[in-house]
């Protein structure tokens, strides 16, 4: 008799499954349905399901990994790798799920910035600091592009890369770029990527950097803090100090990477100088 209880204790009908993990009965007939969570036991005569305790901890996986959106067939093959696959397919299984919330992760971040861009937006006393200046002539070494229409942004990591094999190990000063203002309002324009250096340029550098001289520029400057989410913000920003103090734009803005994703992996860390170019001609306040 003991035995029987013992064995009886073991296994809890639908209702008291759903009374211990929060989930409805209806919900856990779907989940069976779509063969996510199969009872422990069916009675083939009245067709009640029956549950087991390892299977509270399933359950609420399956709960989370779909309130998370995680595509059914992925929840599935997670499911049963996890139960009876190789090593390898588990190790697979597991990095689907890992990217699905990295993704996730990068999703909820970007909501906060939008939020937070938001209540910048909304709030009539906030206003990014913008200052005129003049930026000094620079020996970089570059590479210059035309970047067509509807072209992604690995062409500025291609640039990149030949900048450092260019370099090599020798210090330098953070990157920065060039860009004509049509790559923004028309999607194509030419961009010059660039590091600054002094040293000559060695033979065995990359075909596509050149040493180019930047000249002294007046420009309108402003450090945006953090990732490029909300970089439109600063670009406003300046667009309209050099409007309201009567300063003509050049066709170029200039960014410098202070800190980027070459330095630290926390975007929240990240600064980046960007310059709206001035007509030196232009007149204005420099306040």
């Given at each position: 008799?003991?035995?029987?209880?013992?064995?009886?204790?073991?296994?809890?009908?639908?209702?008291?499954?759903?009374?211990?993990?929060?989930?409805?009965?209806?919900t856990l007939r779907r989940y069976h349905e779509q063969e996510l969570l199969v009872p422990a036991e069916v009675d083939p005569a009245t067709g009640y399901r029956y549950y087991t305790p390892a299977q509270i901890r399933p359950a609420l996986t399956i709960r989370r990994l779909r309130e998370?959106?995680?595509?059914?067939?992925?929840?599935?093959?997670?499911?049963?790798?996890?139960?009876?696959?190789?090593?390898?397919?588990?190790?697979?299984?597991?990095?689907?799920?890992?990217?699905?919330?990295?993704?996730?992760?990068?999703?909820?971040?970007?909501?906060?910035?939008?939020?937070?861009?938001?209540?910048?937006?909304?709030?009539?006393?906030?206003?990014?600091?913008?200052?005129?200046?003049?930026?000094?002539?620079?020996?970089?070494?570059?590479?210059?592009?035309?970047?067509?229409?509807?072209?992604?942004?690995?062409?500025?990591?291609?640039?990149?890369?030949?900048?450092?094999?260019?370099?090599?190990?020798?210090?330098?000063?953070?990157?920065?770029?060039?860009?004509?203002?049509?790559?923004?309002?028309?999607?194509?324009?030419?961009?010059?990527?660039?590091?600054?250096?002094?040293?000559?340029?060695?033979?065995?550098?990359?075909?596509?950097?050149?040493?180019?001289?930047?000249?002294?520029?007046?420009?309108?400057?402003?450090?945006?803090?953090?990732?490029?989410?909300?970089?439109?913000?600063?670009?406003?920003?300046?667009?309209?100090?050099?409007?309201?103090?009567g300063l003509r734009a050049q066709d170029l803005v200039e960014e410098i990477y202070l800190v980027g994703p070459r330095d630290t992996d926390q975007p929240d860390r990240w600064r980046t100088l960007v310059a709206w170019l001035i007509d030196p001609g232009s007149g204005g306040s420099t306040?």
């Open positions: 008799m003991d035995d029987e209880e013992d064995g009886m204790a073991e296994r809890w009908t639908i209702g008291e499954f759903s009374r211990i993990t929060h989930l409805s009965i209806r998370l959106d995680l595509p059914l067939a992925d929840v599935r093959e997670f499911l049963l790798t996890r139960s009876g696959g190789t090593d390898e397919e588990s190790h697979a299984a597991q990095q689907i799920v890992a990217a699905h919330l990295r993704r996730l992760e990068d999703r909820l971040g970007q909501t906060q910035r939008a939020v937070e861009a938001l209540r910048e937006l909304l709030d009539p006393q906030a206003e990014r600091t913008v200052s005129l200046e003049v930026l000094p002539p620079q020996r970089v070494l570059a590479v210059t592009l035309d970047i067509p229409p509807g072209t992604d942004l690995s062409w500025y990591d291609t640039a990149m890369n030949d900048l450092d094999a260019a370099v090599g190990d020798r210090p330098v000063l953070p990157p920065g770029g060039r860009y004509q203002h049509t790559l923004f309002t028309d999607g194509h324009g030419r961009a010059t990527v660039y590091l600054p250096a002094e040293a000559p340029l060695p033979p065995e550098a990359p075909s596509t950097v050149k040493v180019l001289r930047l000249p002294q520029r007046t420009a309108a400057v402003a450090t945006h803090r953090g990732p490029h989410d909300d970089i439109d913000l600063t670009y406003s920003a300046l667009g309209a100090f050099a409007s309201r103090n306040t």
